[in-house]
């Protein structure tokens, strides 16, 4: 029988790849509503999906071990005890996956008493025997084994389970020397590290592959063992029974008596709704279609018949248009499709019709009137065609909801990026979409019509979903700040081409000279940018200390070349950071200049959705990545301008305002005394620590409580703390203690805000907005460590973010109600920067100072500090 007649049996070791997939992806980005960790399922799946899809067996099955106890741990007891306890982010998973596989009518195989490895080399046995094209896909060396002419490994490569390297005899031959049915030898030889079998000392591969080509068999080596001379024969003949014992224990059974043969393991339809069923547990989106088409079934039956058809919109005429939307009741879906920043289609959805049309004057002037007014609007992602409709001259009000937000504050650990993902989640249908790589797709997208109804549906699913303080988050604070941002981004800021220019310039002079100099220190010239040369010079060259290990070797980042210039400085050291900093400097004015458009201006994006806490971020260009106060940051800040037609820049910055809230929501007599009394906080601090009066706290003191007040914010241990100051972690977590003897109601409120989030799920700001921390009931130490310090942080952080927020919109609506022409051009980290007109600073001074002194009601007062000056640099300071 031909090759290309044979059937194909492909048999899959799913611990051994489910646990290699759960290394290969962030445990961090996989993970549902309910807190169920995913990744190692989810990366499994993807491999054995396009496994299948690229080999298409014709007999599938996997195989999954038991537990750790078999008939090799009687015979040894040390086999695999070197294993550490599976991750409990890990556990759960299997049963999980077993579950999946069994809704794919895939085989699923265990037995007591064996392991996954035996059960692969019995099918693999009898399926080579029974005239079947064998394929084993394991990442356990042990069965390489197996391979034969007609059994093919498939091992997963060290970039983890999505690359699979295919071991023939030939290919078994080259990498070691030896065919396969003697890997084993080689094995017991050298020892195998992850099944705890000691070999021979001083014994690697290539000696095991000498003495076995030399004598021809493993038993024939050890019967001669006497002729092995010097220290490695010592060694081998101190090891003979350590040598027979690891052939013994790595020999697969290939007779394990099980209750399917190869030919039950015919490839065999899929449960399409079991299917979609575990899957919407997983919340699984876009691996659905996939497993389907890999699985031989049709990838439109990966969808669920949707509950309701999108209806087929009109498209009336511009009168017809507006009487349409005068007459809608109740929330209407609005997509605005944007070309070139401006409006191109519109479409318009209520819960059973559907109207749009191509965006011309004729429809704007139709249209204005209803999206100027109160109606109530819901859209998706809504900033974008907010900022185009301004454009065309037209201020949107009435904005209910945007659903990508109202997803992103119910989920903000794992936001969902658009709409079709929304569809999937929470319609559990597939939003119509046009595949963006064809030419001419095979499937029409929905039309804007179509999408304003799904919108408008998901936008109800949302609210169900969504507590009534979130909800509250979502209409008081970021729906305003979204409106507000449209106009920041729209304005932008001017920027000097001219200062940045020559900055950059500078910077790269001086990088090539710091560059000189790293040379002439180590005798010759590396790429400094190189994390392979790098660890060559350091750690081989200049023998210093290795530092954290890396999958490419040993970590030279930034920070850990930092810590190793203080404990074993070196000049090569030091000159590497400095250009390091150089070139990131570089790199952050280079992003700028290119983001100046033809206006002179800087137009950053900002994104809402970009944290977990509720703070804005930016990108296109990142304005955020800007150092702060230091020598370098005032240079590239004062490239930040006063543009034309305006008469200054104004700065406004919020004082110590997470200590405050600390203050507030900790309730601690000191904090808010402190606070109320207008001394200086850390000051007042150290006074109450030290036991001195304030005017005899040193520089010293004070930098010790400061990092102290807000390293509690963060959690900051005695470690962390000792670490911070450069001081040993006794003196540390004395200072912690007299700092809680002083402040011993900061010291309740941190316990009891993580008890609380213990039990509740999450935590939750002044204003509601919430933060779930599933990993607060983990088994693993460091997960439930790390989400305790997080949740100490969120709602002193988040609550931050929306006293910020509130701030910054009603700032903004205030300079366009009493219209005025100044105007908030950007807000980094706790600072707001607005340009003023001529002759409007008193106004616009006196509204910044009250609406950010008023942002919240605090058992202390909100403290802000203005600057002026023609760049962001002098107004700053």
Not at 10 to 19: E, I, K, R
Not at 211 to 220: K, V
Not at 528 to 547: C, Y
């Amino acid at each position: 029988m031909s090759d290309s007649a044979k059937p194909t049996l492909l048999v899959v070791d799913g611990h051994s790849l489910a646990y290699r997939a759960f290394f290969a992806l962030p445990v961090d980005n996989f993970s549902t509503k309910d807190g169920q960790h995913t990744n190692g399922i989810y990366g499994f799946l993807s491999m054995f999906v396009n496994l299948v899809k690229a080999e298409q067996p014709t007999h599938l099955a996997v195989a999954f071990d038991t537990s750790r106890q078999s008939f090799r741990t009687r015979e040894y007891a040390e086999y695999k005890a070197n294993r550490s306890e599976s991750p409990a982010e890990f556990k759960g998973q299997i049963p999980l996956l077993q579950d999946c596989l069994a809704a794919m009518n895939v085989t699923v195989l265990t037995k007591e008493d064996f392991e996954a490895d035996d059960i692969l080399a019995t099918l693999a046995t009898q399926g080579a025997e029974q005239g079947y094209e064998v394929l084993v896909c394991s990442g356990d060396r042990d069965t390489i084994q197996l391979v034969t002419d007609d059994v093919t490994l498939l091992y997963p490569s060290v970039q983890g389970v999505s690359q699979l390297k295919r071991y023939t005899p030939a290919t078994v031959v080259e990498k070691y020397g030896l065919p396969p049915q003697n890997y084993p030898d080689i094995a017991a030889l050298v020892g195998e590290t992850s099944d705890n079998l000691p070999g021979v000392p001083k014994v690697g591969e290539k000696t095991a592959v000498k003495w076995l080509t030399q004598f021809g068999s493993l038993d024939a080596l050890l019967e001669r063992a006497d002729e092995i001379k010097g220290v490695v024969g010592g060694n081998l003949r101190d090891h003979l029974d350590d040598v027979r014992r690891n052939r013994a224990l790595n020999a697969l059974l290939r007779d394990v008596e099980l209750e399917v043969a190869p030919a039950d393991l015919a490839m065999r339809a899929i449960d399409a709704q079991a299917v979609r069923d575990i899957f919407a547990r997983l919340e699984f989106r876009t691996l659905l279609p996939r497993v389907f088409e890999a699985m031989g079934a049709d990838p439109a039956e990966s969808v669920s018949e949707p509950a309701q058809q999108a209806p087929i919109p009109s498209e009336p005429d511009p009168v017809a248009l507006a009487a349409w939307v005068e007459a809608a009741a109740g929330d209407v879906g609005v997509t605005l499709t944007v070309d070139g920043g401006l409006p191109g289609r519109i479409g318009l959805a209520t819960p059973d019709a559907a109207v749009e049309a191509t965006w011309t004057d004729e429809v704007a002037a139709a249209l204005t009137p209803w999206l100027t007014g109160d109606a109530p609007k819901v859209l998706a992602d809504a900033k974008t065609q907010v900022k185009a409709l301004r454009r065309a001259g037209i201020r949107l009000r009435g904005l209910a909801c945007d659903v990508v937000l109202a997803g992103w504050l119910l989920r903000p650990s794992f936001p969902d990026k658009g709409l079709g993902d929304l569809v999937d989640r929470y319609l559990d249908e597939k939003l119509p979409e046009a595949d963006p790589t064809q030419l001419v797709p095979e499937t029409e997208g929905a039309t804007p019509g179509q999408l304003s109804w799904y919108v408008l549906r998901v936008a109800e699913a949302l609210r169900a979903e969504l507590p009534a303080s979130v909800s509250t988050v979502l209409t008081d604070i970021e729906l305003p700040t979204l409106d507000t941002l449209a106009d920041m981004e729209l304005a932008g800021v001017a920027v000097s081409h001219e200062k940045l220019s020559s900055f950059s310039t500078e910077l790269a002079a001086r990088a090539d000279t710091i560059a000189q100099e790293a040379y002439s220190a180590i005798g010759r010239e590396v790429n400094l940018g190189s994390p392979k040369q790098l660890q060559e010079v350091l750690f081989e060259q200049l023998e210093l200390p290795k530092t954290r290990k890396t999958k490419t070797g040993y970590s030279t980042d930034a920070a850990v070349l930092a810590d190793l210039q203080e404990s074993n400085p070196h000049p090569f050291l030091n000159l590497l950071l400095q250009h390091r900093e150089a070139t990131k400097l570089r790199q952050i004015i280079e992003s700028l200049d290119v983001a100046i458009a033809a206006d002179g201006r800087v137009h950053t994006t900002y994104v809402q959705t970009g944290s977990q806490t509720g703070r804005l971020s930016s990108t296109d260009p990142n304005l955020q990545n800007i150092p702060i106060r230091n020598e370098e940051s005032r240079r590239i800040r004062s490239a930040f301008e006063v543009g034309e037609q305006f008469e200054t820049l104004l700065t406004a910055d919020y004082s110590q305002i997470e200590m405050r809230i600390m203050a507030h929501l900790s309730e601690d007599p000191g904090l808010i005394e402190a606070f109320n009394s207008g001394e200086d906080l850390h000051r007042f601090v150290g006074s109450r620590v030290f036991g001195v009066e304030p005017a005899d706290v040193t520089p010293a003191m004070r930098t010790k409580v400061k990092a102290m007040s807000y390293g509690l914010v963060y959690g900051l241990s005695a470690f962390g703390l000792s670490k911070q100051l450069r001081i040993e972690q006794a003196e540390a977590k004395q200072l912690m203690l007299d700092y809680f003897a002083r402040f011993g109601a900061v010291r309740d409120y941190l316990r009891e805000s993580v008890a609380q989030a213990r039990v509740d799920g999450y935590t939750e700001t002044i204003f509601g907005r919430r933060r779930p921390f599933p990993d607060l009931g983990s088994p693993n130490r460091v997960l439930r460590e790390n989400a305790e310090r997080a949740a100490l942080n969120a709602p002193i952080q988040g609550s931050a973010a929306d006293i910020m927020k509130i701030a910054l919109f009603r700032i903004h609506d205030e300079l366009v109600d009493k219209g005025l022409a100044s105007r908030v051009l950007l807000q980094i980290h706790d600072e707001l920067v607005v340009e003023v007109a001529a002759g409007e600073w008193d106004e616009v001074e006196g509204i910044v100072r009250e609406r950010m002194g008023d942002a919240a009601d605090l058992t202390v007062p909100l403290d802000v500090q203005i600057g002026r000056g023609g760049d962001w640099d002098v107004a700053g300071h």
